[in-house]
Every structure is written in structure tokens, then in C-alpha cells.
Nanobody
Framework: QVQLVESGGGLVQPGGSLRLSCAVSGINFSLFGMGWYRQAPGKGRDMVAL????????TYVDSVKGRFTISRENAKNTVYLQMNTLKPEDTGVYYC???????WGKGTLVTVSS
């Protein structure tokens, strides 16, 4: 059974930082690229960042470039999203996903507010 479990969300002030984690089990993690997605209140789910199998290549939505960093640790079956200089518009539920599959976590809520 494939499981993706996100953690690390919370309430943070504008300009603050959070590090999200997604632990993956039930699949050979090192054979798949990974992605982080975000669903803002009242909106659809959008891609935030993607990372390849080896971690050599990453891509980001324009709004987070220079502020967010996706990384992975294959030995721990975990993908991370380091979020710096957070803005209120970064608020939403963050999900990890194995691109091209229907495997999603339940999400972790990030709220950026003063």
C-alpha cells in the first residue's frame, strides 16, 4: 500500500520559514520523481515544485522561485520543501505527489499571517 504523509505545516508570520516533509512508503521511492502542490483557500491544486529521481533537476512555479527549495533524501524515502520568506499568498494546504500517479498525501496546512 502506497502512502505519502506530509508534515511540518503550521502558522507562521510573513517573512518566516517552514520546512515541509513528505515520507513515502510502499513504493521504491528512488525510482520516482516527486512533487509538491498547493491548494489555496477556494482555489484549485497547483504545482509548486518538482524534483527528479536523483535530485539533480528541479523546477518551480514562478511565484516561489528564489524562496522555496525542493530536495529529497532517498535513503529516508523523504522529500522536503524548504520555504523561506513566506508571504500570505503562500497560505494553503500543501500536498506531495508522485507525478503521473494518483498517489497523494492528505496534505499539511500552511498559514502565513500576522
Amino acid at each position: 500500500q502506497v502512502q505519502l504523509v506530509e508534515s511540518g505545516g503550521g502558522l507562521v508570520q510573513p517573512g518566516g520559514s517552514l520546512r515541509l516533509s513528505c515520507a513515502v512508503s510502499g513504493i521504491n521511492f528512488s525510482l520516482f520523481g516527486m512533487g509538491w502542490y498547493r491548494q489555496a483557500p477556494g482555489k484549485g491544486r497547483d504545482m509548486v515544485a518538482l524534483i527528479t529521481i536523483s535530485g539533480s533537476f528541479t523546477t518551480y512555479v514562478d511565484s516561489v522561485k528564489g524562496r522555496f527549495t525542493i530536495s529529497r533524501e532517498n535513503a529516508k524515502n523523504t522529500v522536503y520543501l524548504q520555504m523561506n520568506t513566506l508571504k500570505p499568498e503562500d497560505t494553503g494546504v500543501y500536498y506531495c505527489n508522485i507525478p503521473g500517479t494518483s498517489y497523494w498525501g492528505k496534505g499539511t496546512l500552511v498559514t502565513v499571517s500576522s
